[in-house]
């Protein structure tokens, strides 16, 4: 049996595809949820989803943030970071780290991404850095 992609999906891209449940990024919701990728987490890439679901922008309540949560977190293989974090390529933004840390520390089959900064360093990590297109065509699923 193949195991589905391990896979470093950032931020924004889930908060898309929780927060607009039929916009363009559902398949990425469907493809999580179906156990098509296994989406990874750290304690770090955790607490920022987190608070990105409380931003006021989002008007979602304390029990709509804990919804979404539970559509996401439960398919998440968490990954513990080590206390000396493993090597990765310097990145102009310092809050990408996290994401390239997780990429590497739990051996990620792509880091899934529409930052700028995290797309200038594909081909410097272990995994792919790929745009939510570009990933979920690779695995079969349409946008």
Known sequence: MRHPPRVVIDTNLILSALVFASGRLAPLRLAWQSQRVLPLVSRATAAELIRALAYPKFKLAAHEQEELLADYLPYCKTVRIPAQPPAT?????????????LAVAGKADALVTGDKDLLSLDGKLACPILRAERFLDAIGVRL
């Open 89 to 101: 390529p310097p990145c102009r933004d310092a809050f990408d780290v996290p994401f390239l840390e």
